[in-house]
């Protein structure tokens, strides 16, 4: 007896998006991660540890350029540092381990200058007594607050409602914190030699105004300083038309509410109501001549 091609044995499907097979087929043996529940659990843990680290070490740097204390010379700074580098290099694998086996490669290429910043230079660079230009010495002290700041946008944009929402939150984040780490540097690089800058208000200042392109009647006195104001000219001409797009959503979502409401159109005579009543009183005369 014939059978049906409804009888017919189904060829096994690949799926080739966040998993290796099809939802319908069940994982080999040995091969299956851990649950959805479990998985959301350890992330939020890991978002929260982060969080709760990035905005200390934001507070245990600008402690120390208000005190104008040598990082160098801290031991618990260097200390919590390191702490903070290995914390952020065990996020990174630790993700890694979550993320689908098929996504694991798209995700190391859009991660892996986190992982670049997440390594303990500093450490490094004290252990083996490695002489480097007191400038990049002290930009690679920025290395992991950079990560950590990257990192803050990241859970602000896990814990958004939306995505547009959480994007814009994203990039006003990192803009924000940008200027403010920029005006940690731009103090303590320009106010021993630029009689400008004597408190870090004005220093914030200058970097609020070069963000926004507006520009500043005070001028950098140092290579820092120069650099500064070319990084965030560039910054503020990326990053101020998001609020654009992002009220243009806001726009559009709003007008698509009104849409669903069905709110009933008021009768106001329009442009285009005006324009045809002439043509209709043109032809009720013309009705009342034919009929004279």
Same mark, same amino acid.
């Given at each position: ?68 204390? =040598?990082?160098? *010379?801290?031991?618990? @700074? #260097?200390?919590?540092?390191? $702490?903070?580098? &290995?914390?952020? /290099? ?9 993320? =689908?086996?098929? *996504?694991?490669?798209? @995700? #190391?290429?859009?991660?892996? $200058?986190?992982? &670049?910043?997440? /390594? ?173």
């Amino acid at each position: 007896m014939m059978r049906g091609c409804d009888d017919l044995p189904q060829p096994v499907t690949f799926d080739r998006g966040m998993n290796d097979r099809h939802d319908t087929i069940p994982p080999a043996p040995g091969r299956r991660g851990p649950r959805p529940k479990t998985r959301k659990l350890i992330l939020d843990i890991f978002h929260a540890v982060i969080l709760i680290l990035s905005v200390a070490l934001i507070a245990f740097i600008s402690y120390d350029t208000f005190k104008n204390i =040598p990082f160098l *010379e801290s031991d618990l @700074y #260097m200390t919590f540092q390191l $702490f903070v580098c &290995l914390v952020f /290099i065990a996020d990174f694998f630790v993700e890694l381990w979550l993320t =689908p086996r098929g *996504e694991r490669r798209r @995700y #190391m290429k859009s991660r892996w $200058f986190f992982l &670049l910043m997440s /390594i303990p230079f500093l450490n490094i660079i004290d252990a083996y007594q490695i002489q480097l230009v007191p400038d990049a010495l002290y930009f690679a002290r920025f290395l992991p607050l950079a990560r950590g700041a990257l990192a803050l946008a990241i859970v602000l944009n896990y814990i958004a409602s939306n995505r547009i929402t959480g994007i814009f939150v994203s990039y006003l984040s990192i803009m924000l914190l940008t200027v403010y780490f920029a005006g940690l540097i731009f103090y303590e690089r320009e106010q021993p030699v630029n009689p400008g800058v004597t408190s870090y208000w004005d220093a914030f200042w200058w970097c609020s105004l070069e963000a926004t392109t507006l520009g500043s009647s005070l001028n950098p006195m140092t290579l820092a300083g120069k650099l500064l104001a070319v990084l965030l000219s560039l910054m503020g001409i990326i990053m101020f038309p998001l609020f654009t797009v992002y009220l243009s959503s806001l726009i559009l979502k709003s007008r698509s509410v009104l849409n669903i409401l069905n709110i009933p159109k008021l009768n106001v005579k329009t442009a285009d109501s005006a324009d045809r009543s002439p043509a209709s009183g043109d032809e009720k005369v013309g009705e009342t001549t034919g009929n004279a």
